[in-house]
């Protein structure tokens, strides 16, 4: 595939029109329009619908421009980078990061790194979803526990635990007498929480009184004695050293692992590249106590 047609195309789709593109780069309207009939002929495929006064991309158009443009753009910084003798972090970044990293720590760490990076223009998003990179336009994601995707690499970058916690005044069961519990998700009947000690894991009854849609409500309702919470370490490791919460013991739900992960499809940009260092300065062991004492 002719690569100089690609970027003429994404020129004219960027643009919305050969004239505009064409008074825009400085070049002849028919050798565009010729570059880009040479590139439908090539894939088969019809790529703008041409009206008597406006140019629209086809569906095709419209894929071929978001898988394509990101990519010359990258192409084009790289160049740049070689030429001026560095590979300076510059440019838009976006990331997608889940909601109760967000709302805790992603904006201590989109400032240092803005103000590390002066050069590179960050968007973060809070998606519980899985998103997709590629259509959607994002550089780098981070997840939790991400299934397997053969699209995808990345590291792992923290490990956090699960902890079963209530505020000091709230008495523990005696036999099978239900506790009354703060949940997060919708609310349903008792259930059976499992919690394991030094002395091994015994299985507790739970009343949920109170069902909350984040980790960050639960942990402040659990806070004024509504009940019992299963809440990440990290989220509440300042409230245990300060004697808020007491630490019932620990859930048999396993680690939640984060993952920065990108593409493996194309080359690692340079901002990219450092804010993957800059979350490894952040968390050098990447423990739940590391990700505690960042949040203070």
């Keep these: 595939m002719d690569l100089l047609a690609i970027a003429d195309f994404n020129l004219v789709a960027r643009h919305g ?15 565009l329009s010729r570059r880009v ?42 160049a740049s980078a070689i030429a001026s003798g560095g590979d300076r972090p510059r440019g838009r970044m976006r990331i997608s990061a889940p909601l109760l990293f967000a709302q805790t720590a992603m904006g201590k760490l989109a400032a240092g790194f803005a103000l590390t990076y002066p050069e590179v223009r960050l968007e973060v998003t809070t998606e519980d979803r899985v998103v997709d990179m590629i259509e959607e336009g994002y550089d780098l994601v ?23 916690v209530a505020a000091p005044h ?26 394991i000690t030094a002395a091994g894991a015994t299985s507790i ?23 019992i919470g299963r809440l990440p370490l990290s989220l509440v490791g300042q409230d245990l050293a300060a004697g808020r ?9 396993p680690d939640a692992v984060l993952w920065a992960l990108y593409p493996s499809r194309r080359l690692l940009s340079a901002r990219v590249s450092a804010f993957l260092t800059y979350l490894t300065a952040a968390f050098p062991h990447g423990t739940a106590a590391e990700l505690s004492a960042f949040l203070d």
């Design 17 to 31: 029109g050969f004239g505009r593109a064409a008074r825009a780069a400085g070049r002849p309207k028919a050798t």
């Design 37 to 78: 009939a040479e590139l439908e002929a090539a894939l088969g495929l019809r790529l703008f619908e041409r009206g008597a006064r406006d140019l629209r991309l086809t569906e095709e158009g419209n894929a071929l421009h978001a898988r394509t443009a990101r990519l010359l753009l990258e192409i084009d910084e790289t």
């Design 142 to 164: 981070i997840r939790v526990n991400p299934r397997v995707d053969d699209s995808l690499v990345g590291r792992a970058f923290l490990r956090d635990q699960q902890i079963i």
């Design 170 to 195: 709230v008495q523990r069961p005696v036999g099978e007498e239900p506790v009354p519990a703060v949940t997060r998700g919708s609310a349903g009947a008792e259930a059976r929480w499992t919690m």
């Design 205 to 227: 009854t739970v009343e949920p009184l109170l069902a909350l849609s984040s980790m960050v409500m639960v942990r402040d309702a659990v806070r004024l004695g509504v009940g």
């Design 245 to 253: 919460l007491v630490r019932w013991g620990d859930s048999d739900a």
